[in-house]
């Protein structure tokens, strides 16, 4: 219209301050705070609320499709520090919730396995950034190289501080260098990654132990503050007679002697006991040690598993059974070697407290199968009593030990979980102690919400297949055990995926105060992601709950977009007369406070 | 080689793409050489919620009704499809949207509803569309695409076919259906197993003629054009509305001239006033507007200005069920208005029929100066047939007045009585010719005339014209009666002939002996050959589209006889099957 | 016992299933009773296919039962709309043309789908099988007009395939794999037995080897080459090692499955008012203190009855008509032959 | 910083049900096409009775054929559907028998200025106390897109393909030629000023002309469409203060896009009220 009218989004603005701005008057950008916005980010961006470490999964992806796969990696380090590592062996929390991977979207997108790509296809002259403080001429000393200690330890160095970490083991990286696989996860890409955070004027002490080389009580004395990220390491026992025996190999220790290029007796029969990663690991490492009849054996059923599919399919493929609904009840053996394991078989069982579901052995229902060897993979438990004995009471939360000056981070804390809850334990860890020694949060958390005005993508992208992770076949496999299975996305590949993102990070909204109802944006859309709705309830914690929707004419209150469901294919946008729909990019960003 | 003879039906709601692709199945499988009859029916609304049908029979062989119950039934939209399973076969083909944007409750979906020895196919029509065009607008494409994957139509073939239907549209349009088409065949081709035993490969058909694809209305805008129309004005009305579309294009190429008007008073008006000046008018409405014309009628007979009215009827009374066929104007075309009012009816029996209506249409009114209706319904107007292409009137048929001769212009007299009824009559622009014309009852000059012998003498004037006309008029069809009497007669008019035809057909194969009668000339009617006919036949079945039986009544008044009544207001065109289903119980 | 709001929904149209069905309308005269199958035939004798395939038999013969009797009994079959997910919180199903049905109480009895074993991914497209009518009715015509046929694996189905193929006059070259087999895993001596059992027919048997590809030809003919460099050109390459319960969309459903789904003796699941019964049922046997799943029709039959009998409040225990029980990836299997057709055929 | 706060959905909804407008929907989903401009017009006309706070049953909405015949079915009022053009008839026997009653009549471009254009020259020159709607939308839309008496000169139609032969009538001049004492027009896209217009249509005491710029989605994709209308519809009502006659005509003969109140005799009395002065004097 020549001139701007009475229900101009701007004459709104002027006509009444203390009105709500609509998204879409907002030109400049807006930092949040407030209990809805945060909702919304959670609702809308399924895959970075799952992520433990909040990683701004969207974002990333756009970059890569940008091929600015530098700035890709530098938003996936700001929130782990390591992704290449991730990129591999994560165990993708994000990929279960992943929009595309609802019903009739077809699979969730690759996002582990594009993490994987920046890491792979930065450019040569790919700088890292990081935002130092000034040095606050404290020190900090960290226990433990594993993930949860390396995120502390670069996070207090970012900060200002003056970082030492004490490492038992003759190289850095704990889990990830001695527990999981090299055809898994090369050794040179774990360095790499180390030695970008030591780089930051950390010190390393391998092989030192705290405990019995050193100390808790003198790092106390000797650093203002101390991280205890030790880990998970003492092996869960299998406590069955027989488990003294030779050949009885624990799952970590075992995955160790193989990760040190050792090769512990196997021979031709091998049970596998334990339903996670390492379990896994283990039965495949064994088919590399020339084992001919590798078994996994659960107590459970095969849903209950803690693998990704992929992993299932990948063991299934070397050829590994699985044996469910059993459990190992007596190890056998002639002169001291296994000659078989005795199991009784379980029942499935409900309970009222989590995980709910659990199994039971059946009384007399044991049964011997013959073997040469068993690895029990059961998971470990962290080893208070090693690092000190005067730990009273560990809060979880607040990362305190019970000690002042003395915090804990990652398996120590949590208990055996998997890497990127460990990474993000470190970090906040990390932030608790800066609020400790400074006295006061220099970080905080905020909803940055940007007028967007496109959607970035074309509606095709959501029709492209889920690519799939290249592999090496099983001649190559067996030919040296060290060879990494999977080889990475080739730069069109990674394009390609990327088309496939949602955008989730972008919120569209209709303006009820300017629509009429007229419905042109119903018409269009591809999915039950817009709605006429009479409410929307507002939750205790001040978010949204869902949307009463009404078919009534006289009921209809406004017709609202759901998050939840909008695939951001844009159709809206595209046919509405009265311009009422917005678009906003929504991140999760640290500001300084 | 075998036969085929299937009808699908494509379901949708208005807006949808459904009648198009209709459309576009019938004109392809007309090319492909079969035997086509298909027939829309669509609501008032435009879009929202009304229900769309696209009706097409599909055959090796000839075939005179669009037949009752569908073989294939797609569905574009579930809520409309569930309200037209009923007419899908017990045995018959469900084609639906196995991935619509929104879930549906429980009985809401139309394959939840498909009765055991259905087979159903489900395709992700909207997903699919989405796919191949970012909208879902490509549905019916898609749809049409599995159809031809399901039953071995050629692939290549189809889609040169949607290229040539959307030939003048931007490459986008073009572009988008093809390869909502591709994404609906290879998708069916990839990923259902056919449990059904049609298939369009290796059926003979016979040898290909040119055929035309076409629909009542156009027909009657191409005999009107042929038939020498120069002057058309109307109001757009469903379902007449089409051949005042066609004729504002093709009419100017011809010399004449298109009026539309602001309402059916004012076309017919016009129509007259150019009549009055010699020109062959017409107008084309349905049953609401010719009610707005009867005073006009009565002006045509009275002034005997030639006036041609194309009635097709929908459902009425008053604005009824506009998009609805219905015979049910009967009584009002050929009984309708003031006063003792005889006009001309003829009423086409099928599509091509329209064709030869028109041009006698035109043909009578300007020879016998009166008015003449012509009565088609939605049915006829609408449903599209592949026909041999008509071969265009001889002159008599295109130049009919009986102008004055010299010596009548000595004392002219426009309203002259002679035998056969009609006067000569001059056009403005003769001279000497010059007359006076009224409404009000008139002498031979045309001077208001209220005597009873004047009065008399007209009446009978403008009634003695129907003797000429039968001279002349089209001979009923009769079916080969066989020796001897037969036990059931069926007489039909209009769009209900073709399946009454067909019904007799499929009687004499289940051993019944039957015949058909079917006349165009509903008035004056041919009397004489029903009366014979009827002699011939132990029983006389009726069948029609209206409540009442309007032309039974009419025909049992001739025939002095009781008739048995079959009598249809679904709003559908008549079936065979309901027709012989009767004759069984007779 | 009437109960007319309750809906009793069976997933599946085999013995099992329509067994069930049947007996819960003779207990119970008032509720709705629901079957769904993915199948567009009604219930039907699956170990016939293969003579329909050979047209020694009718489609109609194929036919256990008429429609007209599901409607004598009130019982409505949903035909060729399958069950995506079930909701026990909310008791129902979503089927895969996205339709919500609700129930009070469930059967699933979906039988089984063919065994594809992992190493097969590579070439599983260009692998056919034989377990339905609908795969039926897609490959009869091909397989009529089709000449040289490849046979890779091998069990009684297959074998009845093959002798058809044979009685069709077919050439036909079968692979037998001894892991792959089913229900057994062959031993050596059993593996010549089969041999010479087949050398009777006019077949080319391969054994001892294994595939390592399988090419689609533009012509659509198929290209095989095994391990030990057997090279063979052929029409369609059918796939017979076995059958694995047919479960998919019971998983996430909160209902305990493992190698099938997990009843107890009773035939019911983890969840109150959920049963299941038939060759997908993996049923707990407190003799033997462990899970073992059966095939073969008779089991079906009289799990479908006891499943129903139970769902009604019964506490019926399953004595199945077994035969023989073997061993598959460690899940104990009892079977009666697919050949016992007769014992059902009192329909 | 400056605080700036993106839109609350729940604080939106609670302006929305501040508006309070709802009470004159119906229940019924309108089944116009989605996009289609009534929905503005009916939005302004909701808040328009909202405002002026009628009561639904003393409201009659009167209609004839055509898509915006259907306008009664989606408004809670009393509604008569009537006949093809004939809504304007039906209104003044109704307004005329029962003058307590708010009566709208409603009619598209065809309906009011087609088949029932012989009614308008009365209406407006008895000064029937009604408010009348004309939903223009320049198309016949019901019969799938006609030329209609708007429609522009040459536009192609699907009853003249070629062209329209025929110069669009000017709604406004017309009912300022007709004598109609209250002449404005509005536009469907702008719901807030449009209710404002109709609300003056209601308060004023007589025959209310009220032409609605709306587009028709589905057959009109060159002329009166929304992209067309956004660019070129301006508000006149600075330049409407005195409301002469030379103005209304200036303005209606210029500005075929400027919305506002045209021309508003305030003084002229409606039809009872001229019975009732004739009838004083014997």
């Not at chain 1, 303006?511 to 859309?525: K, Q």
């Not at chain 2, 409309?80 to 017990?90: D, F, G």
């Not at chain 3, 004598?72 to 089927?95: C, F, H, M, N, T």
């Not at chain 4, 708010?102 to 020159?125: E, K, M, Y």
């Amino acid at each position: 219209m020549k001139r701007n009218h009475l229900y101009s989004k701007e004459e709104k603005l002027f006509q009444d301050k203390n009105k709500i701005y609509s998204a879409q008057s907002v030109k400049q950008i807006v930092y949040s705070t407030d209990a809805r916005d945060f909702g919304q980010v959670a609702t809308s961006i399924p895959c970075q609320e799952a992520c433990p470490a909040k990683t701004n999964i969207p974002g990333y992806i756009r970059c890569i499709h940008e091929k600015r796969y530098g700035r890709a990696y530098e938003l996936n380090r700001s929130a782990n520090i390591l992704p290449g590592v991730l990129g591999r062996i994560c165990s993708r929390p994000c990929e279960f919730v992943c929009r595309h991977g609802e019903p009739d979207n077809g699979l969730s997108v690759a996002i582990c396995h594009l993490k994987r790509t920046c890491a792979d296809l930065k450019p040569v002259s790919h700088r890292i950034i990081e935002g130092l403080y000034a040095p606050t001429g404290k020190k900090v000393a960290v226990i433990g190289a594993g993930p949860a200690g390396l995120a502390a330890a670069h996070d207090l160095a970012v900060l200002g501080y003056r970082v030492v970490i004490f490492e038992s083991m003759e190289n850095p990286g704990g889990m990830l260098m001695y527990g999981i696989p090299e055809f898994r996860l090369p050794r040179d890409l774990i360095l790499l990654e180390i030695n970008n955070i030591l780089r930051m004027g950390i010190q390393l002490e391998t092989n030192t132990a705290v405990g019995s080389d050193i100390s808790l009580d003198q790092l106390g004395k000797e650093y203002d503050a101390v991280v205890v990220a030790t880990g998970c390491v003492s092996p869960r026992k299998l406590d069955i007679p027989g488990q003294e025996l030779e050949n009885v190999h624990h799952g970590l220790e075992f995955m160790k002697a193989v990760n040190e290029g050792l090769t512990p007796f196997v021979g031709d029969k091998v049970v596998v006991i334990g339903a996670g990663f390492t379990a896994v690991d283990c039965a495949r490492s064994a088919v590399r040690l020339g084992a001919a009849d590798v078994s996994i054996n659960i107590r459970k059923t095969g849903e209950y598993m803690r693998i990704d599919d992929s992993e299932k399919h990948e063991a299934q493929f070397e050829g590994i059974k699985t044996y469910s609904l059993i459990q190992p009840s007596k190890i056998i053996g002639k002169n001291n070697k296994v000659t078989g394991i005795e199991f009784k078989r379980t029942g499935m069982e409900k309970i009222d407290t989590p995980p709910y579901r659990i199994s039971v052995p059946i009384e007399n229902s044991e049964f011997i199968v013959p073997t040469d060897s068993v690895i029990a993979a059961l998971g470990q438990t962290p080893d208070v009593k090693k690092v000190s004995t005067r730990f009273s009471g560990l809060d979880k939360k607040g990362h305190q030990t019970g000690i002042p000056g003395i915090f804990a981070a990652g398996d120590f804390v949590t208990g055996s979980s998997d890497v990127i809850s460990a990474i993000a334990g470190g970090r906040k860890c990390a932030r608790v102690i800066d609020a400790y020694l400074i006295g006061e949060k220099r970080k905080q958390t905020v909803v940055r919400l940007e007028n967007h005005v496109t959607t970035d993508r074309p509606r095709s992208h959501d029709f492209i297949d889920r690519v799939g992770m290249n592999t090496i076949d099983m001649k190559e496999r067996l030919f040296k055990s060290t060879n990494e299975v999977e080889t990475g996305y080739t730069d069109d590949q990674a394009h390609e995926e990327s088309k496939r993102c949602y955008l989730c990070n972008l919120k569209y909204e209709i303006d009820p105060l300017a629509c009429i109802y007229c419905s042109a944006c119903i018409d269009v859309a591809p999915k039950d992601c817009i709605k006429m709705i009479a409410d929307v309830p507002v939750n205790p914690d001040g978010t949204y709950g869902e949307y009463r929707e009404t078919d009534d004419w006289n009921a209809v209150v406004s017709i609202a977009i759901d998050h939840a469901n909008c695939i951001r294919c844009g159709q809206c946008l595209s046919v509405c007369p009265m311009d009422c729909i917005s678009v906003t990019k929504t991140e999760l960003i640290e500001i300084d406070t | 080689m075998k036969d085929i003879d299937i009808v699908i039906e494509i379901c949708g709601s208005a807006g949808e793409g459904t009648i198009s692709a209709g459309e576009i199945l019938s004109r392809f499988m007309s090319g492909q050489g079969f035997e086509i009859m298909s027939f829309d029916s669509y609501p008032a609304e435009i879009r929202g919620f009304g229900k769309c049908v696209a009706h097409t029979r599909i055959s090796s062989n000839p075939i005179y009704s669009p037949g009752k119950l569908a073989d294939v039934l797609i569905s574009l939209n579930d809520n409309h499809a569930i309200s037209q399973l009923p007419t899908l076969k017990e045995s018959g083909i469900l084609i639906y949207d196995s991935q619509p944007a929104r879930p549906h409750e429980e009985d809401k979906s139309v394959a939840g509803r498909t009765k055991p020895g259905m087979i159903s196919y489900g395709i992700p029509l909207n997903m699919l569309a989405h796919k191949a065009a970012g909208n879902a607008r490509g549905m019916n494409m898609v749809a049409l695409g599995a159809l031809s994957a399901l039953f071995h139509v050629d692939k290549d073939r189809f889609t040169d076919s949607i290229k040539a239907r959307y030939g003048k549209k931007k490459q986008v349009v073009i572009d988008a259906n093809v390869n909502s088409f591709l994404e609906g065949y290879d998708w069916a081709k990839e990923n259902i197993k056919k449990s059904d035993p049609y298939s369009f490969e290796g059926v003979n058909l016979p040898e290909q003629k040119e055929k035309l694809i076409v629909n009542g209305n156009q027909l009657v805008a191409q005999a009107a054009l042929d038939a020498n129309l120069m002057f058309y004005a109307g109001y757009p009305i469903t379902p007449a509305t089409k051949i005042m579309e066609i004729l504002s294009k093709e009419l100017p190429k011809h010399g004449g001239t298109l009026l539309q008007t602001e309402d059916e008073i004012a076309a017919i008006g016009a129509v007259i006033g150019a009549g009055f000046g010699g020109k062959r008018a017409m107008t084309a409405t349905s049953g609401p507007g010719f009610a707005l014309m009867t005073e006009f009628t009565g002006l045509s007979v009275m002034a005997e200005v030639p006036a041609v009215i194309i009635d097709s009827q929908r459902a009425g009374p008053s604005t009824g069920m506009p998009t609805k066929t219905e015979q049910s104007d009967f009584n009002s075309a050929v009984m309708g208005g003031t006063g003792d009012c005889p006009r001309i009816v003829l009423a086409p029996a099928d599509t091509k029929s329209c064709y030869e209506a028109t041009v006698l249409a035109l043909y009578f009114a300007e020879k016998y100066q009166t008015l003449v209706v012509v009565l088609l319904d939605f049915f006829l107007s609408n449903s599209i047939k592949n026909i041999d292409v008509p071969k265009k009137p001889a002159k008599k048929y295109r130049i009919a007045n009986i102008a004055p001769k010299k010596e009548d212009l000595k004392d002219y007299k426009r309203y002259k009585i002679t035998k056969s009824g009609i006067s000569p009559r001059a056009v403005p622009g003769t001279p000497g010719g010059i007359f006076f014309s009224t409404g009000l009852e008139h002498n031979e000059y045309g001077r208001p005339d209220y005597s009873q012998a004047g009065h008399l003498k007209m009446t009978q004037k403008r009634y003695d014209k129907f003797n000429a006309v039968l001279v002349e008029a089209p001979a009923p069809e009769i079916s080969a009666m066989g020796r001897g009497k037969v036990d059931i007669g069926v007489i039909s008019w209009g769009s209900s002939a073709g399946a009454a035809r067909e019904a007799v057909m499929a009687a004499q194969k289940e051993g019944i002996k039957a015949a058909s009668f079917s006349s165009m000339m509903v008035s004056p009617f041919p009397e004489k050959a029903l009366i014979k006919f009827a002699d011939n036949c132990r029983k006389i079945l009726i069948p029609e589209l209206n409540f009442s039986g309007q032309f039974a009544d009419f025909a049992t008044c001739i025939l002095k006889r009781p008739v048995e009544k079959l009598n249809f207001i679904t709003g559908r065109p008549m079936a065979s099957e309901d027709i012989l289903q009767k004759m069984r119980e007779m | 016992m009437m109960s007319f709001n309750d809906h009793y929904v069976i997933i599946g149209n085999g013995p099992a299933g329509n067994h069930a069905a049947k007996t819960l309308r003779k207990k119970d005269k008032g509720a709705r009773i629901t079957i769904i199958s993915d199948e567009m035939i009604p219930y039907y004798y699956k170990p016939k296919l293969t003579g329909f395939i050979a047209d020694e038999i009718a489609q109609k013969d194929l036919l256990v039962t008429s429609l007209e009797s599901y409607k004598e009994k009130d019982i409505r079959v949903r035909l060729g709309q399958a069950v995506e997910q079930i909701d026990p919180d909310s008791k129902s199903l979503v089927l895969k043309h996205m339709e919500t049905i609700k129930y009070s109480k469930l059967i699933i009895a979906t039988g089984s789908r063919e065994r594809l074993l992992p190493f097969m991914s590579g070439y599983a497209d260009h692998l056919k099988f034989i377990t339905s009518y609908t795969d039926v009715m897609d490959y009869k015509e091909k397989i009529q007009n089709a000449k040289e046929f490849f046979i890779f694996g091998g069990d009684l189905v297959g074998f009845k395939f093959l002798k058809m193929l044979n009685s069709m006059g077919k050439k036909v070259t079968i692979l037998i794999y001894p892991n792959a087999f089913w229900p057994y895993n062959l031993t050596e001596d059993m593996l010549d037995q089969i041999f010479t059992s087949l050398s009777q027919f006019d077949v080319s048997i391969i054994i001892k080897d294994d595939i390592s590809t399988i090419d689609k030809k533009d012509n659509g003919s198929y290209r095989i080459k095994t391990l030990k460099g057997v090279e063979k050109t052929v029409d369609m390459v059918f796939s017979f090692n076995g059958l694995v319960p047919d479960i998919d969309f019971v998983k996430g459903s909160g209902i305990d499955t493992d190698y099938g789904i997990l009843v107890n003796e009773y035939l019911k699941t983890n969840i109150d008012g959920i049963y299941a019964c038939g060759s997908c049922a993996q049923i707990y046997n407190p003799d033997m203190k462990s899970y073992s799943a059966s095939i073969g029709w008779p089991n079906a039959v009289v799990q479908g009855e006891v499943a129903a009998y139970n769902l009604l409040g019964d506490h019926k225990v399953i004595e199945s008509v077994g035969r023989k029980y073997f061993d598959l990836e460690g899940v104990k299997i009892k079977t009666t032959w697919w050949g016992d057709i007769n014992d059902a055929s009192q329909e | 910083m400056e605080e700036i706060r993106s839109a609350y959905l729940d604080e939106t909804l609670d302006t929305v049900r501040a508006a309070d407008f709802l009470q004159y929907r119906s229940k019924d989903l309108p089944t116009w096409c989605p996009g289609c401009g009534y929905f503005g017009i009916v939005d302004a006309l909701y808040r328009a009775c909202r405002e002026l706070d009628l009561k639904q049953e003393n409201i009659v909405t009167v209609s004839g054929i055509g898509c915006s015949g259907r306008t009664p079915i989606f408004i809670n009022t009393y509604g008569f559907h009537t006949l093809h053009g004939r809504s304007i008839p039906v209104a003044t026997g109704l307004k005329l028998a029962r003058e307590d009653l708010t009566v709208f009549a409603v009619a598209g471009d065809g309906d009011a200025l087609g088949i029932g254009g012989g009614h308008l020259p009365h209406v407006a020159r008895k000064n029937i106390n009604i408010t009348f709607l004309l939903f223009d939308n320049s198309i016949y839309g019901l019969t799938k897109g006609q030329s209609s008496s708007t429609t522009p000169h040459e536009m192609k139609t699907s009853s003249h393909p070629a062209g329209n032969p025929d110069t669009p009538l000017n709604p406004i001049r017309l009912a300022l030629a007709y004598g109609a004492s209250f002449v404005a027009r509005g536009y469907a896209g702008d719901p807030q000023g449009l209710k404002d217009i109709i609300k003056n249509g209601i308060l004023y005491q007589g025959f209310s002309f009220i032409q609605i710029l709306t587009p028709c989605v589905t057959f009109d994709k060159e002329n009166r469409t929304w992209k067309n209308l956004k660019e070129n519809v301006v508000d006149l009502t600075p330049r409407m203060e005195e409301k002469n006659m030379e103005t209304a005509m200036r303005l209606a003969q210029n500005e075929p896009h400027g919305v506002g109140i045209f021309f508003w005799d305030k003084k002229r009395p409606h039809y009872q009220e001229i019975l009732r002065n004739l009838n004083k004097g014997n």
